[in-house]
């Protein structure tokens, strides 16, 4: 018998458990809380000038680079968050920031080289490691006495960092968890980078969906990493257009154009006629996204107290579209197992936190929610999650 076509790096990324809980919700007429993508669009003026630039014939090749309006626009968005970026040298506009963080990952880690990464993580980072040839280490958030919230553990961040660590690939606002990290938490990771002259890969796709009055603080901004840092966020958490893939990497020149370098060979441009819409949003429409990030955070306290009421013990959610919630009050052990029931039982779909571990066991009580839907959705999913605890 052949051996399988694939090879071994990838044999445990055949398929995604958005995939397969989508699919159980599609089959079973479930709410489909598992997979976070909004179903609301967008603020008109960008949709507008997407549909603008399709009829005046903007439907070729951008610029590798991206196009330099969107360049320009970033540039200028990112100084809200106290980073300077040259257009022309320092922003590369990618297919998302799944793309985005492949190729850095492939521009910037060798075979063999260790990258740390903050567990529970989202799937496509262990993936795209494993791209690369590199070995991933990781640290788990660990639940802080009093509130739940799932917070980073510096200490074990300090003990997997080492010498043969390339880079750390950090998530914040966090998914799963809904943890933002503060400027406390983020500075330990700064210290080692420096120390231990590490590239930090940042995650930032929810920077502007935190709650509750907290702050995103990027870490290119901290001490000694503004050279080490490879800046990566998007439209289509902030705008609601997650099917449009326009990413960005923000970095010094040099680290953005070993990026290109990779990207260029992956899908080379993509989304012409969305790049000039994303950039009037980035100008524009930021009123707008205040607005839907106050939703959010209404939606997700109407989550919560949702789950709460069915029986749940719910964690504490600080950002990002989502809330997780342990399953031991309701008599359950295991949230990959309850996930694939819930369809059919109930009506809902969720997604088990421990798939976006390498230590399930220490995860299989937590399940992922998504609130990034419209109210009847969130009231009807919890009309039927009640039914768990009657």
Same mark, same amino acid.
């Given at each position: 018998?052949?051996?399988? *076509?694939? &090879?071994?790096?990838?044999?445990?990324?055949?398929?995604?458990?958005?995939?397969?809980?989508?699919?159980?919700?599609?089959?079973?007429? +479930? &709410?489909?809380?598992?997979?976070?993508?909004?179903?609301?669009?967008?603020?008109?003026?960008?949709?507008?000038?997407?549909?603008?630039?399709?009829?005046?014939?903007?439907?070729?090749?951008?610029?590798?680079?991206?196009?330099?309006?969107?360049?320009?626009?970033?540039?200028?968005?990112?100084?809200?968050?106290?980073?300077?970026?040259?257009?022309?040298?320092?922003?590369?506009?990618?297919?998302?920031?799944?793309?985005?963080? *492949?190729?850095?990952?492939?521009?910037?880690?060798?075979?063999?080289?260790?990258?740390?990464?903050?567990?529970?993580?989202?799937?496509?980072?262990?993936?795209?490691?494993?791209?690369?040839?590199?070995?991933?280490?990781? &640290?788990?958030?660990?639940?802080?006495?009093?509130?739940?919230?799932?917070?980073?553990?510096?200490?074990?961040?300090?003990?997997?960092?080492?010498?043969?660590?390339?880079?750390?690939?950090?998530?914040?606002?966090?998914?799963?968890?809904?943890?933002?990290?503060?400027?406390?938490?983020? *500075?330990?990771? *700064?210290?080692?980078?420096?120390?231990?002259?590490?590239?930090?890969?940042?995650?930032?796709?929810?920077?502007?969906?935190?709650?509750?009055?907290?702050?995103?603080?990027?870490?290119?901004?901290?001490?000694?990493?503004?050279?080490?840092?490879?800046?990566?966020?998007?439209?289509?958490?902030?705008?609601?257009?997650?099917?449009?893939?326009?990413?960005?990497?923000?970095?010094?020149?040099?680290?953005?154009? +070993?990026?290109?370098?990779?990207?260029?060979?992956?899908?080379?441009?993509?989304? /012409?006629?969305?790049?000039?819409? &994303? /950039?009037?949003?980035?100008?524009?429409?930021?009123?707008?996204?205040?607005?839907?990030?106050?939703?959010?955070?209404?939606?997700?306290?109407?989550?919560?107290?949702?789950?709460?009421? +069915?029986?749940? /013990?719910?964690?504490?959610?600080?950002?990002?579209?989502?809330?997780? /919630?342990?399953?031991?009050?309701?008599?359950?052990?295991?949230?990959?197992?309850?996930?694939?029931?819930?369809?059919?039982?109930?009506?809902?779909?969720?997604?088990?936190?421990?798939?976006?571990?390498?230590?399930?066991?220490?995860?299989?009580?937590?399940?992922?929610? +998504?609130?990034?839907?419209?109210?009847?959705?969130?009231?009807?999913?919890?009309?039927?999650?009640?039914?768990?605890?009657?």
């Amino acid at each position: 018998m052949r051996e399988p *076509a694939l &090879v071994t790096r990838m044999r445990p990324f055949t398929s995604t458990i958005f995939a397969e809980m989508t699919a159980l919700a599609n089959r079973t007429g +479930a &709410v489909n809380l598992g997979q976070g993508f909004p179903d609301t669009d967008g603020p008109a003026g960008m949709l507008a000038v997407a549909k603008d630039s399709i009829d005046g014939g903007l439907n070729q090749y951008p610029p590798g680079t991206g196009m330099p309006v969107l360049r320009q626009a970033i540039a200028e968005h990112r100084t809200r968050f106290g980073t300077d970026y040259d257009p022309d040298t320092e922003i590369l506009v990618t297919v998302g920031a799944t793309e985005a963080i *492949a190729a850095s990952l492939l521009a910037l880690v060798e075979p063999g080289d260790e990258v740390v990464l903050i567990e529970p993580y989202y799937d496509s980072y262990a993936a795209s490691v494993a791209l690369a040839g590199a070995t991933r280490r990781t &640290v788990g958030l660990v639940e802080e006495p009093g509130t739940g919230r799932l917070g980073l553990d510096v200490q074990a961040l300090r003990d997997a960092v080492g010498p043969r660590t390339k880079a750390i690939l950090l998530n914040t606002p966090h998914n799963p968890t809904g943890t933002v990290l503060d400027r406390a938490e983020l *500075a330990e990771v *700064a210290r080692l980078c420096v120390r231990h002259d590490v590239i930090a890969i940042t995650d930032e796709v929810y920077e502007h969906l935190v709650f509750d009055g907290r702050e995103h603080v990027p870490l290119a901004t901290l001490p000694g990493m503004a050279e080490r840092t490879v800046t990566i966020s998007g439209a289509g958490k902030t705008f609601n257009c997650t099917g449009w893939k326009i990413g960005w990497v923000c970095a010094p020149a040099e680290l953005v154009g +070993a990026v290109r370098a990779a990207k260029q060979f992956l899908t080379f441009v993509g989304g /012409a006629p969305f790049q000039p819409a &994303v /950039a009037h949003a980035l100008r524009n429409e930021l009123p707008w996204v205040e607005e839907l990030r106050t939703s959010l955070q209404n939606k997700r306290s109407r989550l919560a107290a949702g789950l709460t009421e +069915a029986g749940f /013990a719910v964690r504490p959610s600080e950002g990002t579209y989502f809330i997780t /919630a342990d399953v031991r009050p309701l008599g359950f052990t295991d949230g990959a197992q309850l996930c694939r029931e819930l369809p059919e039982r109930i009506g809902v779909a969720g997604v088990p936190v421990q798939v976006f571990t390498d230590h399930p066991d220490r995860w299989q009580h937590l399940v992922r929610f +998504a609130f990034c839907k419209k109210d009847e959705v969130l009231d009807e999913a919890i009309r039927r999650l009640r039914k768990l605890g009657a």
